[in-house]
């Protein structure tokens, strides 16, 4: 295991070093860079450059569009601008240097987790997704939980009952809820329970109360669920199926077995055969998931509900950011991120060991 372990720690390296590089082209090639965005602000509006630039941290200039008629080629909106000014914008956002120089710098800062500022929002880049993880990871954990603690028990109750009237109905349950889309039901359960045109039983937003600090460690726990409750639910209903549906196959697959047949030839109950043989073999790919279900709630399925419950947390700090091509807080959280969602892949391989001793990953050939 431990031979194991070392290797997958080490192919991390050129797997993050690999989404670094493709990320990195992809998004530099693509228009609209943040200088491109200054230059679009400066001539769409007819703002003082000089006044900008000020306020960007530059430094004093005397620059000013009306003082040109050199057009600056190299960006889209650029004609009548000052070259000098346009190396200025550069310099300021680190564009003067070749691309390879400028991954190869982010890159050595980023093994010492140094993210640098965000462009435009004046903070470190660290800094912002400590404030926003609080949201996200609260939405991520709690949802992964909840959908586990139901879809499992669920699961192995639809394959108990296979073909019954109670398979079928929870399967058309399953599938009605899985057909509305989360950001939807977030809207319909906001307007239902918290807009105050039916019912005012629910916050409107935020993820504590503003007067949280005041309150009991008991008040405060309820506080915060208070405000998870609806946002919670809009998530965790649309994530029944997948998990539920590969319960119920897993445990059919593993009724069906010779070991099975064999315990129930030898007088075992039912619920000792179902619980005590079948549920570890069955429950090895649905738990071991779980690490890789609890990323991917937390990375890709928050962002419209952020919006929609007024949460501030990762998921609107990556749109704004990619909108707004905040690039230090872009390829920061996309380092972050891929990170660790290669540390939890590796956490959801060793749980296989941990869950079937029987798994030697070690016997396998690399």
């Known amino acids: 295991?431990?031979?194991?372990?070392?290797?997958?720690?080490?192919?991390?390296?050129?797997?993050?070093?690999?989404?670094?590089?493709?990320?990195?082209?992809?998004?530099?090639?693509?228009?609209?860079?943040p200088v491109e965005q200054?230059?679009?602000?400066?001539?769409?509006?007819?703002?003082?450059?000089?006044?900008?630039?000020?306020?960007?941290?530059?430094?004093?200039?005397t620059v000013r569009p009306d003082q040109t008629t050199t057009s600056a080629g190299k960006y889209r909106g650029a004609q009548g601008l000052d070259p000098e000014f346009i190396k200025q914008l550069e310099r300021q956002f680190g564009f003067d240097k070749p691309l390879h120089t400028r991954f190869f710098d982010m890159m050595k800062n980023?093994?010492?987790?140094?993210?640098?500022?965000?462009?435009?929002?004046?903070?470190?880049?660290?800094?912002?997704?400590?404030?926003?993880?609080?949201?996200?990871?609260?939405?991520?954990?709690?949802?992964?939980?909840?959908?586990?603690?139901?879809?499992?028990?669920?699961g192995i109750a639809k394959a108990t009952r296979d073909g019954s009237r109670f398979d079928v109905w929870t399967s058309v349950a399953i599938i009605i809820g899985t057909a509305i889309p989360s950001f939807l039901l977030a809207v319909f359960l906001l307007v239902l329970f918290a807009g105050g045109s039916y019912f005012d039983w629910f916050p409107l937003g935020g993820l504590v109360s503003e007067n949280w600090h005041e309150l009991s460690w008991p008040d405060r726990i309820l506080d915060y669920f208070w405000h998870l409750a609806l946002p919670i639910t809009a998530m965790t209903i649309g994530g029944f199926a997948t998990l539920t549906m590969l319960t119920k196959n897993s445990f059919l697959d593993q009724v069906h077995?010779?070991?099975?047949?064999?315990?129930?030839?030898?007088?075992?109950?039912?619920?000792?055969?179902?619980?005590?043989?079948?549920?570890?073999?069955?429950?090895?790919?649905v738990i071991a998931g779980f690490p890789g279900a609890f990323v991917g709630v937390l990375f890709t399925g928050s962002l419209l509900i952020e919006i929609i419950f007024s949460?501030?947390?990762?998921?609107?700090?990556?749109?704004?950011?990619?909108?707004?091509?905040?690039?230090?807080?872009?390829?920061?959280?996309?380092?972050?991120?891929?990170?660790?969602?290669?540390?939890?892949?590796?956490?959801?391989?060793?749980?296989?060991?941990?869950?079937?001793?029987?798994?030697?990953f070690e016997a396998r050939e690399v």
């Open 257 to 285: 077995q010779q070991y099975v047949i064999t315990a129930r030839a030898k007088g075992l109950s039912e619920t000792r055969v179902m619980y005590r043989h079948v549920f570890r073999n069955a429950m090895l790919i």
């Open 38 to 61: 200054i230059i679009a602000q400066l001539t769409g509006q007819g703002a003082d450059i000089t006044e900008r630039v000020t306020r960007a941290g530059t430094g004093e200039t």
């Open 311 to 360: 949460l501030d947390g990762l998921g609107l700090l990556g749109f704004e950011a990619a909108f707004n091509r905040d690039y230090p807080v872009m390829f920061g959280t996309l380092y972050f991120f891929s990170l660790l969602g290669l540390i939890m892949n590796l956490i959801g391989d060793l749980m296989y060991t941990i869950i079937d001793p029987r798994i030697d």
């Open 110 to 154: 980023y093994l010492t987790f140094d993210f640098g500022e965000s462009f435009y929002r004046d903070r470190k880049v660290i800094d912002l997704v400590i404030d926003k993880m609080p949201v996200s990871i609260s939405l991520g954990l709690w949802t992964t939980l909840l959908v586990y603690l139901i879809c499992i028990p669920l």
């Open 1 to 33: 295991m431990t031979a194991y372990l070392i290797r997958r720690l080490l192919l991390m390296i050129p797997t993050l070093f690999a989404i670094m590089v493709i990320n990195f082209v992809v998004i530099h090639v693509a228009p609209g860079g």
